[in-house]
């Protein structure tokens, strides 16, 4: 697999040749483009429109042709053409003309048609069940709420990726910094380990000194393998979200880093109340979906509703005999065919079964829509509070880091000229480490927050 930096300069012609830096906002740049799970969720839209267009194929015209014959004993007994065009409308009436051409030794006299035919045109309209919503409209506008809701879910799997792609970010990050402030622990560990030693060779300090340091020296080296492990874990882990454009993964190199830690900002937030807050809620994609399902069951319910009327199907067609090709000429209202269909169960059983449950269906997710908002304003209100206390947390430590530092440096000069113990010195420069380490800590811990508020709020990705 090839490294990051070929990464940069594949996807990122702005970057120079030298660039090993690589900030959160480029790596999910990357991610976004490229990982799989995202191109999944950039199917979801056109998944949605795909099924409108679906639906209202039934709504599309339908042209039909039909042929029964029977041949016996060397006669035609009758041969029925019957071929026109359907056309369904929005209001539930179907428009249809058609011509029929009927022949045969023993064609029965209701199938009887002129020599040159029989052209007729009218409608069927329900005028009971389906007369106001049908199977055939529910289902347009169950796809109108699908495409939107699409839009929404993906909204939802995209900010999903993020927050998942930039936790792991951040804790690649903790255990780079942590590991190269280790690393330069143990390097000032064992040079003063190698003076202390050389010095109570001479005689000049007491060997339990060389004792002392050669413990610390072991003690941060334990402590850097357990580092060098979690950084290698970490990088790893980052690595599973490149990919390239034609779907190979790739892997973060080991001279890639993140920024520095002064280079990263603290950011304030401040949340809107009132109002405005319950207008943020109620616009989350993820109440978005649940809004959408119920919009959906919804329509279910009319169905089922409509289910309880009596089935009451009108048809009308007009009759006439073209003449020279012309369905128009001679045309008399008298010639005509009609029909009337009714139908009803007796209990009814079946339908109102369907309406209680389309019912219930519908409460449940009303309750479950409850649940979420209220889930959604508590996380959200959690992540806001996190995010702010570690703000405050990475204030206070990096005046932690700056006076702990400048403990260390005054018990440093007191050793160099013998007023201090390497008890001591090495008490205050441990302190001085650990404080380094807990800011770099806070400064993830802080970062790690924003994502879980925006992660919340669902706006690390806008679409």
Known sequence: MRSL????????????????TFSADDFLGVVLSNHPMAKRANLLPEMGERSVQKARGGFDPKGYYAINQKYFDNKQYFSLNDYGLKVPTWFGIEVKTGFENNRGTFLSQQNKTPANGLWYGGVAMN???????????????????????????????????????????WAWFLSYHSQQVMTE?????????????RMADLGDRPGIDSVEARIQVQNRTAALRQFDAD????????????????????????VTTPPQVDQVEMTLVELPTGAEFDSIVNNHPYLKVNDFKIETLEIERRLKREM???????????????????????????????GLNFEMPLFLR???GDLALAELKLQDAQYFRNNVKAGLQYKISSALIDAENAKMQV???????????????????????????????????????????????????HQQALLKLNFALATLVQR
Do not use: H
């Open 5 to 20: 930096i070929v990464i940069f300069l594949l996807l990122f012609s702005n970057f120079s040749f030298g660039q090993k």
């Open 127 to 169: 005028l009971g069940q389906g007369m106001f919503i049908d199977q055939r409209r529910a289902e347009l506008f169950k796809a109108r709420v699908f495409e939107q809701s699409s839009l929404a879910e993906q909204n939802l799997q995209l900010n999903e990726l993020c927050f998942e792609a930039g936790y792991n970010y």
């Open 185 to 197: 622990a143990l390097e000032l560990a064992t040079v003063r380990f190698e003076a202390i030693k």
């Open 231 to 254: 950084l290698t874990n970490n990088r790893a882990l980052l690595s599973t979200f490149l990919w390239t454009e034609t779907d190979e993964p790739l892997e973060v190199s080991e």
């Open 308 to 338: 309880l009327k009596p089935q009451l199907n009108l048809q009308y067609n007009l009759l006439n005999q073209p003449v020279n090709y012309n369905p128009w000429d001679g045309i008399a209202v008298t010639n005509y065919k009609w």
């Open 350 to 352: 079946k339908e109102r």
């Open 395 to 445: 204030e206070i430590y990096r005046n932690t880091v700056q006076d702990t530092k400048t403990l260390f440096e005054a018990e440093k000069q007191m050793f160099d000229i013998g007023e201090s113990t390497l008890f001591l010195l090495n008490m205050r420069e441990t302190a001085y480490i650990n404080s380094r380490l807990k800011l770099i800590e806070l400064i993830v811990k």
